[in-house]
DNA sequence: AACCCGGGGAC
DNA sequence: GTCCCAGGGTT
């Protein structure tokens, strides 16, 4: 497939405008060009998935400070990873990048691959993290799209981008772009910064683009129809009961299998609110395996998922302290310190759980 | 191709 | 309330 590119001169301007209104960012050099930890640019760009950059500076910079590199990550016991990204979200990110970080020093001798082949294949890693490690951190000439590339293409050519064929063709001409440039990193960034700064969804602000004369979007007056919007489904609502259990102290967490949502994390007890609060009691002590006496209603917590919302019913409840039995989606369970949550797996689900019966 | 997975900021 | 964010994995 054969694309067009944009002009020399407008690819030069908008390099010149990064240059000059380059975000300081903790994953960046302080110096355009320096040398970068491949390991870094890894976790950055997990972390950015999905995810906001003014979201993500403070976790970045924890977990480096935790995990500073490979062999520390891939030594790491799982529950302290998923502590370092408590609160952030898409668990199973920290869990890939956990269990990247193990591939790669058991089949890669610790070094992040550079080869495109092998970075495919390591956990985690899908086709723009690919593209982002090779062009970011190894100065290759690979090409990634983001929803903000994605955005700036649809505009500058005006595309019909909807399906397999519009990402197909989006690729293209990343591709095609980055491939006449002589400094893919900071190409890609340009490009990135653009999308994430001044080509916004809504609003672009056009007119501090460098690049808008080349805009066919712009020229039409059609910059907010593209990239075309997808109709969202309406999200459907769970209700739940959840049980706050303390002992002197501590509070009652289970940890959620790894291949059920938040997964790994540690949560107060939350079952299907089958039957009503009427028959939380039972509910509630069959999940832990154990009489649940003294039941009292603390309140509600609402909680907006991508795809569901979370209503629970929150109980106080009284739990002997053993035994406890593990089942499905619990696999274990211990009493935390209420004042040492910070040190484990959480979600902002349950720390509102934990939060509303306090 | 459709669906699943968190959380938050901007409007 | 809606949108969407430096997406990837599974079915």
Request: hydrophobic letters at 45%; glycine letters at 10%.
């Amino acid at each position: 497939m054969t694309v067009a590119v944009l002009e020399a001169g407008a690819r030069r301007a908008l390099l010149k405008w990064f240059d000059a209104n380059r975000r300081d960012l903790p994953w960046r050099p302080a110096r355009p060009g320096a040398r970068r930890d491949p390991y870094a640019v890894w976790v950055s760009e997990i972390m950015l998935q999905q995810t906001r950059v003014d979201t993500v500076v403070p976790y970045f910079t924890r977990f480096m400070d935790r995990f500073p590199t490979v062999r520390t990550l891939a030594d790491a016991p799982r529950d302290e990873v998923l502590a370092a990204w408590s609160g952030l979200g898409y668990y199973r990110r920290a869990r890939l990048l956990h269990d990247g970080a193990r591939d790669v020093e058991d089949h890669h001798g610790g070094g992040v691959p550079s080869n495109p082949d092998a970075l495919a294949g390591v956990p985690g890693v899908g086709p723009y993290t690919a593209g982002a490690i090779l062009s970011l951190a190894f100065g290759q000439p690979a090409a990634l799209v983001d929803g903000t590339v994605a955005r700036v293409f649809s505009r500058w050519f005006v595309l019909a981008d909807g399906g397999t064929k519009g990402r197909a063709l989006t690729w293209e001409l990343a591709r095609a772009h980055v491939a006449v440039e002589a400094d893919p990193a900071r190409w890609n960034e340009a490009l990135m910064e653009l999308g994430a700064t001044v080509c916004l969804p809504r609003s672009p602000r056009c007119g501090a683009c460098p690049v808008s004369a080349h805009c066919a979007a712009r020229a039409g007056g059609v910059e907010e129809l593209h990239p075309r919007k997808v109709p969202r489904a309406s999200v459907p609502t769970e209700r739940l009961q959840a049980l706050v259990a303390r002992l002197r102290g501590r509070v009652l967490l289970g940890r959620r299998a790894e291949d059920a949502r938040f997964g790994g994390l540690w949560e107060p007890p939350v079952v299907p609110a089958a039957g009503g609060t009427g028959a939380a009691g039972r509910n509630l002590s069959a999940a832990v395996g154990a009489p649940v006496t003294a039941l009292e209603v603390a309140g509600t917590v609402t909680h907006v998922l991508t795809h569901r919302r979370l209503t629970a019913r929150v109980f106080r409840g009284v739990v002997a302290s053993r035994p406890l039995r593990a089942r499905h989606p619990y696999e274990k369970w211990m009493w935390v310190d209420v004042r040492r949550l910070a040190d484990v797996g959480v979600s902002t689900f349950a720390r509102k759980l934990i939060e509303r019966a306090s």
